[in-house]
């Protein structure tokens, strides 16, 4: 099962990039590396995932280091809205996903 | 794609009292659904999970009689609270994954969430 651990808290200031770092040492060869965020009072949002190689989407980008024991997600240019908390998440033998207590990203103006 | 949707958004009841939590994917059929619990400042909670057509799974700890899940279809889950008490209070959110839509992958559309407000 992957464990993963993030920062507590990060502030960043609006229209830079923001670099959320997830250290996840016991991940295996096949499982995922998953990040999702979620605003106050909604639901989880799916942002990106990946497994080796780097990916990017409409939202952010992923990069995982080549031995997989960490990864950083990447916004590129963070507005007010991605204010959220932010979850690198592995899974378990089962597939379920395994959330932590995340990162409380602040953008300020 | 991919949107979930929850049904109320929230809900008072009175302590005793049984309510019902609809998560429905509108948009891709869910093989597999699931129900979380979130009390302020913690993170998220995995209570259930079930497949279309078969009894839920439940996390340790988490009263089966107590937290009904019924997944009639790929589109719909259910979850009931029964006999709710004020610590019963929470957020409850409801996911749902097709591993078809995923890739393979474990990916799951999460719904927008259920406050429960037990009086």
């Known amino acids: 099962d992957a464990k993963t651990t993030q920062p507590t808290s990060m502030d960043c200031a609006e229209g830079r990039a923001a670099n959320l770092p997830c250290n996840h040492s016991t991940i295996s060869g096949n499982e995922y590396v998953y990040w999702y965020r979620q605003i106050h009072s909604q639901g989880p949002q799916y942002i990106i995932h990946?497994?080796?190689n780097n990916e990017t989407n409409e939202m952010a980008s992923l990069i995982i280091t080549e031995d997989r024991k960490s990864s950083t997600l990447i916004l590129p240019h963070a507005t007010l809205r991605d204010t959220a908390v932010y979850y690198c998440i592995g899974t378990d033998s089962w597939g379920k996903l395994q959330f932590g207590a995340g990162t409380q990203v602040v953008v300020t103006p | 794609g991919a949107v979930v949707s929850q049904h109320p958004s929230w809900v008072i009841c009175k302590s005793g009292t049984s309510v019902k939590i609809e998560c429905r994917s509108l948009?891709?059929?869910?093989?597999?659904m699931f129900w979380y619990r979130q009390f302020p400042k913690q993170s998220l909670m995995l209570m259930a999970t079930s497949n279309e057509g078969s009894k839920a799974t439940y996390e340790q700890g988490v009263e089966k009689d107590k937290f009904l899940i019924n997944h009639a279809s790929l589109t719909l889950s259910t979850l009931t609270v029964t006999s709710a008490h004020p610590e019963d209070s929470s957020f409850y959110i409801c996911?749902?994954?097709?591993?078809?839509?995923?890739?393979?992958?474990?990916?799951?559309?999460f719904g927008p969430g259920t406050r429960l407000t037990v009086l």
């Open positions: 948009d891709f059929q869910a093989t597999t």
């Open positions: 990946g497994l080796k």
């Open positions: 996911s749902a994954r097709d591993l078809r839509l995923a890739g393979g992958t474990d990916t799951q559309y």
